[in-house]
């Protein structure tokens, strides 16, 4: 019996799973703007993994070509040192797409599985857990940075990240302990409940999945968050130069080559502002995808 179950459950699951990307295939078609921002994120993928691969690690400089204008040659124009513009846009990517990665992945990680253990367990646990959460969230992040940057580097990505992410757990632990509780009591938690099912269980097989989706929009919300964070403590000046990125040169753009006042460097200013902002769009539309593929109201509609 067993023999024939095992193959008509793996077919089940395989019907789900079409039938599921079949859906997503019609949101995206739905509006062809989420197709766009599907394509604007493997951009940028695309551009962090091989971009640095192809050009240099230390572009060369050119002093006959110092800070130019946009031309056919190069497009954003060049910077103070005659490099091109857009290539430090693509070997500066690899630094900021890494961190806003990392800094999402321990986000999502840290306060996915406190929310989700307090808002099961609630009693003591969730009062603890609460509180700590609570102190975390009124530590202002900025000043806590800038003192960090004083003492640490942040010459690695890994290490940006790892700041970041330890410093922006708290509203994400919150958010999914509301949604936790709200769970809780429906029926199917409430039904493993009384089969005496383990903790972990219930929380990984049950809680976890039903979870997915909005778990997932938060991980895509952290990355723009990590984006401006690491991007505008960059542009102050407090972090040092260890490593080109779309802040060291906002920095630079600004105060070195002077760009509110030089036309010339104008676009030495406005390509990675523009790289930010078509990053935060193309997030922006596949998070309203998301919302309507893991909402089947909104799909029905």
């Known amino acids: 019996m067993s023999a024939t179950l095992i193959p008509e459950t793996g077919s089940a699951a395989s019907e789900m799973r079409r039938n599921f990307w079949r859906g997503v295939w019609r949101v995206m078609r739905r509006k062809p703007s989420r197709l766009v921002g599907v394509?604007?994120?493997?951009?940028f993928i695309v551009m962090g993994v091989v971009g640095p691969m192809v050009l240099p690690e230390h572009l060369p400089s050119?002093?006959?070509?110092?800070t130019q204008a946009p031309s056919w040659e190069h497009w954003f124009g060049t910077d103070p040192q005659g490099r091109d513009v857009l290539a430090l846009v693509i070997t500066g990517s690899r630094y900021v797409l890494?961190?806003?990665?990392?800094?999402?992945?321990?986000?999502v990680v840290v306060g996915t599985a406190i929310g989700?253990?307090?808002?099961?367990?609630?009693?003591?646990?969730?009062?603890?857990?609460?509180?700590?959460?609570d102190m975390k969230l009124t530590i202002p992040g900025l000043p806590l940075l800038l003192v960090l940057a004083t003492v640490w580097q942040f010459g690695s990505p890994l290490q940006m990240g790892l700041v970041l992410g330890l410093l922006g757990w708290g509203g994400v632990a919150r958010a999914v302990r509301s949604q936790t509780l709200s769970l809780r009591e429906r029926g199917f938690i409430e039904a493993a409940r009384g089969l005496g099912l383990?903790?972990?269980?219930?929380?990984g097989k049950e809680l976890l999945p039903s979870m997915a989706p909005y778990i997932a929009m938060n991980m895509l919300i952290s990355v723009t968050g990590a984006v401006y964070s690491q991007v505008?403590?960059?542009f102050l000046g407090v972090l040092p130069y260890e490593s080109d990125n779309w802040g060291v040169m906002l920095n630079l753009a600004v105060f070195q080559a002077g760009a509110m006042i030089t036309p010339n460097a104008l676009g030495y200013l406005l390509a990675p502002l523009l790289a930010?902002?078509?990053?935060?769009?193309?997030?922006?539309?596949?998070?309203?995808?998301?919302?309507?593929?893991?909402?089947?109201?909104l799909r029905e509609e």
Do not use: C, Q, Y
């Not at 099961?120 to 509180?131: A, S």
């Open 39 to 43: 394509v604007i994120i493997a951009g």
């Open 62 to 66: 050119d002093t006959n070509a110092i």
């Open 98 to 107: 890494l961190t806003a990665a990392v800094t999402a992945l321990i986000t």
């Open 116 to 133: 989700l253990f307090s808002g099961f367990k609630r009693g003591r646990w969730d009062t603890v857990l609460m509180r700590l959460t």
């Open 198 to 203: 383990s903790t972990t269980h219930i929380i």
């Open 232 to 234: 505008g403590l960059f």
């Open 276 to 297: 930010i902002l078509l990053l935060t769009l193309g997030i922006v539309l596949v998070v309203d995808a998301m919302d309507e593929i893991f909402n089947p109201r």
